[in-house]
């Protein structure tokens, strides 16, 4: 069973920044595995924003590749989304989310309760 928190989440204007952060529960260690941050804003899909796999390598959705960074420290077992020059369009609940797998080819099967992100313009 894996237990994840976010927190960082807030209101800021076009332009500014947020550090979003996931906490893994106990005794588990964010690696090595995949873990992920994904999205959902009101009447859309669930997006995946950017994931990072056991050995590192970060893949980022194109509509926020140059801005977000994703990063996992391990021996502080928590994973974080640094995300700079936001839009409104990046207002959404932000979800931290583990994969069964290393090379995240599998199931995305452990979420946090989410944390609200709202930029205004």
């Known amino acids: 069973q894996v237990q994840l928190v976010e927190s960082g989440g807030g209101s800021v204007q076009a332009g500014g920044s947020l550090r979003l952060s996931c906490a893994a529960s106990?005794?588990?260690?964010?690696?090595?595995?995949?873990m992920g941050w994904f999205r959902q804003a009101p009447g859309k899909e669930r997006e995946e924003v950017a994931t990072?796999?056991?050995?590192?390598?970060?893949t980022y959705a194109h509509s926020v590749k140059g801005r977000f960074t994703i990063s996992a420290d391990n021996a502080k077992n928590t994973l974080n989304l640094e995300m700079n020059s936001l839009k409104p369009e990046d207002s959404a609940m932000y979800y931290c989310?583990?994969?069964?797998?290393?090379?995240?080819?599998?199931?995305?099967?452990?979420r946090g309760q989410g944390t609200q992100v709202t930029v205004s313009s």
């Open positions: 989310e583990s994969n069964t797998w290393p090379s995240c080819g599998g199931l995305w099967l452990y």
């Open positions: 106990t005794g588990d260690t964010v690696g090595p595995r995949c």
């Open positions: 990072i796999t056991a050995d590192g390598r970060a």
